[in-house]
């Protein structure tokens, strides 16, 4: 009799000692899951210059007609920017193409008719400052340009406020890690893992030549917001 009952509380104690040794190990490990966060910084900043696309297009009855006198408009826009001050290096060729237009076949067995050739040229100028961007708006399209294809404001160093935001996002994601480790009742491990995105929120603003005012056209700057987000994971142990 005693010795059965030796043996169920030797298998007691024995029990006891394992889970007792246990558990601190346990503890110890870091979670497979963690802590995966967001973290978003924004950054706000005045551009500083300015990108200006415009376009000249013409018709011709040939194909060289139709190119002939768009090139010759194309080189007048230029001469003329050139005597704001700007130079070859702000302005470079954002595309060329010359094809034909049909017209509307008169039944559906008969094939279309080429009734004139279309070319179309832009041209791509960068400003600085920015308010110098209206005048040459107004100088291209007074000197031959029919088109204002695009209008892009941006600041000329892309790098330290990227960076600035990067950071700034980086500290929120901690703060939220660490946040929600607090009302968990756990702690932050070693850092699992982290990628992260920087936003340039710079869309091109379309305007019809058509549709511009006679006087001087405004272009007002205002302000670009950057957006940086760092996804973080972080391992957790308990306290």
Not at 6 to 20: E, K
Not at 137 to 145: N, T, W, Y
């Given at each position: 009799m005693h010795t059965k009952a030796n043996r169920i509380v030797g298998c007691f104690v024995s029990l006891i000692a394992l889970f007792c040794f246990a558990l601190p190990v346990w503890a110890a490990e870091p979670d497979a899951g963690g802590i995966a966060v967001i973290g978003t910084g924004r950054v706000y900043v005045v551009p500083d210059m300015a990108e200006v696309t415009v376009g000249v297009v013409t018709q011709g009855t040939t194909a060289a007609e139709a190119q002939a006198e768009n090139g010759r408009r194309m080189q007048a826009v230029i001469q003329k920017l050139k005597?704001?001050?700007?130079?070859?290096?702000?302005?470079?060729?954002?595309?060329?193409?010359v094809h034909p237009e049909y017209n509307e076949a008169p039944a559906k067995e008969e094939p279309s008719q080429i009734v004139a050739y279309r070319a179309v040229n832009s041209?791509?100028?960068?400003?600085k400052p920015v308010d110098?961007?209206?005048?040459?708006?107004?100088?291209?399209?007074?000197?031959?340009?029919?088109?204002?294809?695009?209008?892009?404001?941006?600041?000329?160093?892309?790098?330290?406020?990227?960076?600035?935001a990067l950071a700034l996002a980086a500290q929120d994601a901690r703060r939220k890690a660490e946040a929600l480790a607090r009302a968990?009742?756990?702690?932050?491990g070693a850092l699992q893992s982290a990628s992260v995105d920087?936003?340039?929120?710079?869309?091109?603003?379309?305007?019809d030549a058509r549709a511009l005012p006679s006087e001087s056209t405004p272009v007002l700057p205002g302000q670009i917001e950057i957006t940086a987000t760092v996804h973080v994971k972080y391992a957790i142990t308990a306290w």
């Amino acid at each position: 009799m005693h010795t059965k009952a030796n043996r169920i509380v030797g298998c007691f104690v024995s029990l006891i000692a394992l889970f007792c040794f246990a558990l601190p190990v346990w503890a110890a490990e870091p979670d497979a899951g963690g802590i995966a966060v967001i973290g978003t910084g924004r950054v706000y900043v005045v551009p500083d210059m300015a990108e200006v696309t415009v376009g000249v297009v013409t018709q011709g009855t040939t194909a060289a007609e139709a190119q002939a006198e768009n090139g010759r408009r194309m080189q007048a826009v230029i001469q003329k920017l050139k005597e704001l001050g700007l130079d070859d290096a702000d302005m470079h060729t954002g595309g060329l193409s010359v094809h034909p237009e049909y017209n509307e076949a008169p039944a559906k067995e008969e094939p279309s008719q080429i009734v004139a050739y279309r070319a179309v040229n832009s041209l791509v100028v960068k400003v600085k400052p920015v308010d110098m961007a209206g005048k040459v708006i107004d100088v291209a399209l007074a000197s031959g340009a029919n088109q204002v294809q695009s209008l892009r404001l941006m600041p000329g160093d892309t790098t330290a406020p990227g960076l600035e935001a990067l950071a700034l996002a980086a500290q929120d994601a901690r703060r939220k890690a660490e946040a929600l480790a607090r009302a968990l009742g756990v702690k932050l491990g070693a850092l699992q893992s982290a990628s992260v995105d920087v936003y340039w929120p710079v869309p091109p603003v379309y305007r019809d030549a058509r549709a511009l005012p006679s006087e001087s056209t405004p272009v007002l700057p205002g302000q670009i917001e950057i957006t940086a987000t760092v996804h973080v994971k972080y391992a957790i142990t308990a306290w």
